[in-house]
């Protein structure tokens, strides 16, 4: 079975600085897929970025980029410039391809609360 | 556009008792899922469905159930509620290729 690991239970950062969340996995599958989610108190889950393992560009979406290691396993964002309403927690995930066995749907980790000082 | 949405957002079931969560999408996905989310912990999967009459477990499928009659509609039924199913439940979409999945906006469900 799939494992995703968060090893960050919280991160604190001034707003306007950078700050980098870890996310390791462990999985024999060789082509599959890895997000970030943001839920706010609120619940929602929102993607913040995704990116598929096939791809060896990083994946970017304006102040948020990740750090994709596929042999290392590791799947890291960066919050750029962070603003106030980017506190929330932080949930990476994986997704097995569609012709993988198992079942389908995401692993998630933990979760890293991140909170933002003005 | 409604997107994914759960019926009860909140809900106090006594043990014993049993309920349905209501999930419905109107944007005509094929894929739909079932997870639970306890107190300071990840979302873990409990069923999904690849498309109308088609259903499979997840990690967390015991003392649940599901079904799955239309594209629209994937209840999650509870048959006798126990303490341990106090959770926050999300449903969620997905089309078919490789997207990302759009949830609902959860249901709290506590069990005393």
């Known amino acids: 079975a799939q494992t995703v690991t968060q090893s960050q239970p919280e991160m604190s950062v001034q707003e306007a600085e950078t700050v980098t969340l870890s996310c390791t996995y462990d999985t024999s599958e060789s082509d599959y897929y890895l997000f970030w989610y943001k839920q706010p108190p609120s619940r929602q889950m929102i993607l913040v970025i995704r990116?598929?393992?096939?791809?060896?560009q990083n994946a970017t979406e304006n102040r948020f980029s990740v750090n994709f290691q596929k042999a290392a396993k590791s799947f890291s964002l960066k919050i750029s410039d962070s603003q106030l309403g980017d506190a929330a927690m932080y949930f990476c995930a994986y997704r097995p391809p569609p012709s993988g066995g198992g079942a389908d749907g995401l692993t998630f980790g933990k979760g890293t609360h991140l909170i933002i000082q003005p | 556009n409604a997107g994914v949405t759960q019926t009860p957002k909140f809900r106090i079931l006594k043990i014993g008792q049993s309920m349905t969560l209501q999930c419905t999408q109107d944007m005509n996905h094929n894929y739909m899922y079932w997870y639970r989310q306890d107190p300071g912990m990840g979302l873990k999967l409990i069923y999904y469905?690849?498309?109308?009459?088609?259903?499979d477990k997840g990690e967390v499928p015991n003392g649940y159930n599901v079904s799955r009659s239309t594209t629209e509609d994937f209840p999650l039924r509870l048959e006798l509620a126990a303490p341990s199913q106090t959770s926050v439940y999300f449903c969620?979409?997905?089309?078919?290729?490789?997207?990302?999945?759009?949830f609902g906006q959860g249901t709290r469900l506590t069990v005393v």
């Open positions: 990116q598929e393992a096939y791809k060896q």
């Open positions: 969620a979409s997905r089309p078919d290729g490789n997207t990302e999945a759009f």
């Open positions: 469905s690849v498309g109308a009459g088609i259903t």
